[in-house]
């Protein structure tokens, strides 16, 4: 199996940022949730760099959170992991660079909120979206209970997260949930299109109106770590797991 990799390439001003992890369509395992942190230490201390692009290799944006890797023995275990999780998100939501997500393919459960946590997402016309999180018995997170009401509403959000539909890139853009639409194989230029207007553009008010659409993603955070600590340690989330992994349907009992 190979292992997970953060490429990185620059595009003048513009850093690309591209999560490649074949074995798992680019699940985002623990190895490149630090890398991307990572990357974006390096690129808010660069002052050559003034805005991001975040996309996946082999036509997947992200297939979700890697669940074999997903072994928590306690909630001050899960809790732990959410905390090292939240560092690079919180990098993206709060820190000075604008960030574009470039979206082939599917953006599933974490995924998802990896896109949501980008300030602009553009979308390839077959790209596919959806929460499932609720499937192994855990919640939404990375930040998607904060970010995703304020791009569709609560109610839409409920609906979202709550059912597991599959949101076809259009219907996506229709509600908000995607800013911009391309052409098949095309996000990836189109993100840079955009990131290169972004990078032209002064970075102070860009800086200064991400840290106000970011408030109360702090608290939002320490919750959300807290939650699903605790899930994580839950038979549902148990056997969630084990049916994932064994390709059956779960059977959740309420433990």
């Known amino acids: 199996m190979s292992e997970p990799r953060l490429q990185e390439a620059r595009d003048g001003a513009v850093l690309v940022l591209t999560m490649d992890y074949p074995a798992r369509r680019n699940a985002l395992a623990m190895p490149l949730r630090l890398a991307l942190e990572d990357a974006l230490e390096r690129a808010h201390a660069d002052s050559g760099v003034r805005a991001v692009v975040l996309t996946g290799a082999g036509g997947v944006f992200c297939s979700g959170g890697d669940i074999s890797g997903m072994d928590v023995k306690s909630a001050m275990d899960g809790r732990e992991r959410m905390r090292r999780t939240h560092r690079f998100l919180r990098l993206m939501a709060k820190g000075g660079l604008p960030i574009v997500a470039a979206v082939e393919g599917w953006c599933v459960g974490a995924g998802m909120s990896l896109a949501c946590a980008c ?9 596919r979206f959806m929460a499932g999180f609720h499937k192994i018995g855990l919640m939404s997170d990375l930040g998607l209970p904060f970010f995703l009401p304020r791009r569709v509403g609560v109610g839409r959000a409920r609906r979202i997260l709550f059912y597991h539909e599959q949101i076809a890139a259009p219907e996506a853009e229709r ?13 990836l230029a189109a993100a840079l299109e955009k990131a290169h207007f972004l990078a032209k553009e002064a970075p102070g008010p860009i800086r200064l109106t991400k840290q106000m659409l970011a408030e109360g993603l702090d608290e939002a955070l320490e919750q959300e770590k807290t939650y699903q600590g605790l899930l994580f340690t839950t038979a549902d989330f148990a056997e969630g797991r084990d049916a994932f992994l064994n390709k059956r349907t779960p059977e959740f009992k309420g433990g």
């Open 175 to 187: 509600i908000g949930l995607v800013d911009f639409l391309a052409p098949k194989d095309g996000a």
């Open 119 to 127: 300030d602009t997402i553009v979308a390839a016309e077959d790209a």
